[in-house]
């Protein structure tokens, strides 16, 4: 058990234009989520953390007008990338905590390339 | 502010060696400690450690955590190719959601 899936796995967009990125834990609830973002050669970054039913909190130097997160259900949170640029390329990763443990199962990550 | 500094940051080794590598820490209200392993995409989970002292193994994977020391290592006896990853320690704080995470070992195992 405790697989996550994102989609989609790799992007290529033009600049300006906004990305939706769809994180789902399959086989189990999560509360809570979180979205990394992680440059080549570099560890994980976390961006937000996201609850269901409420606001995410964005981490220092993260524009939550950018990076628009929402957490409709246990099972589904989105990261919207906003009027995409060519700095936001990135591996974006999102994780899913199951309720009341600490593990953090990963989804697959998605690869998005902005031109 | 909280740190998770792993050590070294790269290795090389070849087949059939043992490994060590290091996760030191610095958090407020500490909870838990985890290590990953990660490939060509997302992490994958090996261990959460909570309690000091306690071994967890998982075939040739090995981890401990000194609460004490506020260290943790990751052993890898009998090292293959396929162990090659980056290898990544996060730790879990009270009263908090988030994981913080070191910069990571990037074990290359030479055949």
């Known amino acids: 058990g405790a697989v996550v899936s994102q989609h989609p796995s790799r992007v290529i967009c033009k600049s300006g234009t906004s990305v939706k990125i769809e994180c789902r834990s399959l086989?189990?609830?999560?509360?809570?989520m979180f979205w990394y973002r992680q440059f080549p050669k570099q560890s994980l970054m976390l961006m937000a953390t996201?609850?269901?039913?409420?606001?995410?909190?964005?981490e220092q130097g993260v524009e939550k007008d950018k990076f628009l997160i929402n957490h409709a259900s246990l099972t589904l949170s989105t990261l919207t990338v906003t009027s995409a640029h060519p700095e936001d390329s990135s591996f974006y990763i999102c994780?899913?905590?199951?309720?009341?443990?600490?593990?953090?199962?990963f989804g697959p990550g998605t690869r998005l390339t902005v031109l | 502010e909280d740190k998770v500094v792993q050590s070294p940051l790269s290795l090389v080794v070849h087949e059939g060696d043992t490994v060590t590598l290091n996760c030191s820490y610095e958090v407020t209200n500490f909870r838990s400690l985890l290590w990953y392993k990660q490939e060509k995409k997302a992490p994958t989970f090996l261990f959460m450690l909570?309690?000091?002292?306690i071994e967890k193994k998982s075939g040739r994977l090995s981890s401990i955590l000194d609460k004490k020391e506020l260290f943790s290592i990751l052993n890898i006896t009998a090292t293959q190719t396929g162990d090659s990853a980056v290898y990544l320690c996060?730790?879990?704080?009270?009263?908090?959601?988030?994981?913080?995470f070191g910069a990571g070992t990037r074990l290359t195992v030479k055949p």
């Open positions: 086989d189990f609830q999560a509360t809570t």
């Open positions: 996201s609850n269901e039913g409420s606001k995410a909190t964005y």
């Open positions: 994780s899913a905590r199951r309720v009341s443990t600490d593990t953090q199962y």
């Open positions: 996060a730790v879990v704080p009270y009263n908090n959601n988030d994981m913080r």
């Open positions: 909570t309690s000091s002292g």
